[in-house]
């Protein structure tokens, strides 16, 4: 069994920055994790993932060049730092663990992110 908990998140203000945490208890040292974010009345979005060893990364179009993942599997850890954030960055990030082949089967109860203008 996998737990994933997220912390981190907070009001900040545009221009601001967060980092969160995915904190995981189970296995998932070797499997791609990645964070999710949905907005009130929106689709759920893939923000960024992250390969098992850190080696590979992938950010949506809307947060490459701000955002970034990293992963500590010492610590069964993964981050999301975010930089120079957006009202359009408000919303409710989840982690989630890959099981492969973008098969998302984990996933915590998220954390909130608004950022006001």
């Known amino acids: 069994q996998v737990q994933l908990v997220e912390s981190g998140g907070g009001l900040v203000q545009a221009g601001g920055s967060l980092r969160l945490s995915c904190a995981a208890s189970g296995r998932t040292s070797s499997f791609a994790m990645g964070w999710f974010r949905q907005a009130p009345g929106k689709e759920r979005e893939l923000v960024a993932a992250?390969?098992?060893?850190?080696?590979?990364?992938y950010y949506a179009d809307s947060v490459k060049g701000r955002f970034t993942i990293s992963r500590d599997n010492a610590k069964n850890t993964v981050y999301l730092q975010m930089n120079s954030l957006k009202p359009e960055d408000t919303a409710l990030y989840c982690c989630?663990?890959?099981?492969?082949?973008?098969?998302?089967?984990?996933w915590g109860q998220g954390t909130q992110v608004t950022v006001s203008s």
């Open positions: 989630a663990r890959d099981y492969g082949g973008s098969t998302w089967d984990y």
């Open positions: 992250i390969s098992w060893s850190g080696g590979t990364t």
